[in-house]
T-cell receptor
Framework: AQSVTQLDSHVSVSEGTPVLLRCNYS??????LFWYVQHPNKGLQLLLK??????LVKGINGFEAEFKKSETSFHLTKPSAHMSDAAEYFC?????????????FGAGTRLAVHP | GAVVSQHPSRVICKSGTSVKIECRSL??????MFWYRQFPKQSLMLMAT?????????EQGVEKDKFLINHASLTLSTLTVTSAHPEDSSFYIC??????????FGQGTRLTVV
């Protein structure tokens, strides 16, 4: 069975400081992994995706994530937070690498950015 | 990226009435669309998988007679909430995908049943 655990429900950082949003996954197969961002009352925007290519994935808005198979982790990072980064972030797993099927969502992490 | 348009973005309806939500893929053919429900401050819960030209596959616990899904073309899927009640109030989001492409999400529909 596949599952996703986002280790922090809330993360609060100061503007200009690094961001770390943690995600662990469980999958019987080589999964595809995604990070999506959701601003209030909006749909989801893809930040980045891992599909069995390079383990360090760069996304939009300065975000990146590293796939670590030994740790079954896919943590999202950004060197310097901006006020506009405040949103809900979802780590998502799709069971089959290279195929995009049913998505399994983590519970979400709400990122707050303070001046 | 591809564009998925969801309409309406907000709807308020009276208890007992039905509401239809549309999900359109504007610039690609989506053989598969997904419908999610999101409660306040919670994650997305998959309700059903909609395949063009065939019956939708519902997740466990989702009433198929209450949440009617139609995927009549490669660019349009609809979700109809029948005989809506206040507990159906929620944020509904669709996503569309073609095989071997990522999923693209609509903007979501905020349904309020009064």
């Amino acid at each position: 069975a596949q599952s996703v655990t986002q280790l922090d429900s809330h993360v609060s950082v100061s503007e200009g400081t690094p961001v770390l949003l943690r995600c662990n996954y469980s999958s019987s197969y080589s999964p595809s992994l995604f990070w999506y961002v959701q601003h209030p009352n909006k749909g989801l925007q893809l930040l980045l995706k891992y599909t069995s290519a390079a383990t360090l994935v760069k996304g939009i808005n300065g975000f990146e994530a590293e796939f670590k198979k030994s740790e079954t982790s896919f943590h999202l990072t950004k060197p310097s937070a901006h006020m506009s980064d405040a949103a809900e972030y979802f780590c998502v797993v799709s069971p089959f690498s290279g195929g995009y099927n049913k998505l399994i969502f983590g519970a979400g992490t709400r990122l707050a950015v303070h001046p | 990226g591809a564009v998925v348009s969801q309409h309406p973005s907000r709807v308020i309806c009276k208890s007992g009435t039905s509401v239809k939500i549309e999900c359109r893929s504007l610039d690609f053919q989506a053989t598969t669309m997904f419908w999610y429900r999101q409660f306040p401050k919670q994650s997305l819960m998959l309700m059903a998988t909609s395949n063009e030209g065939s019956k939708a596959t519902y997740e466990q616990g989702v009433e198929k007679d209450k949440f009617l899904i139609n995927h009549a073309s490669l660019t349009l899927s609809t979700l109809t909430v029948t005989s809506a009640h206040p507990e159906d109030s929620s944020f509904y989001i669709c996503s569309a995908q073609h095989p071997n492409t990522e999923a693209f999400f609509g903007q979501g529909t905020r349904l309020t049943v009064v």
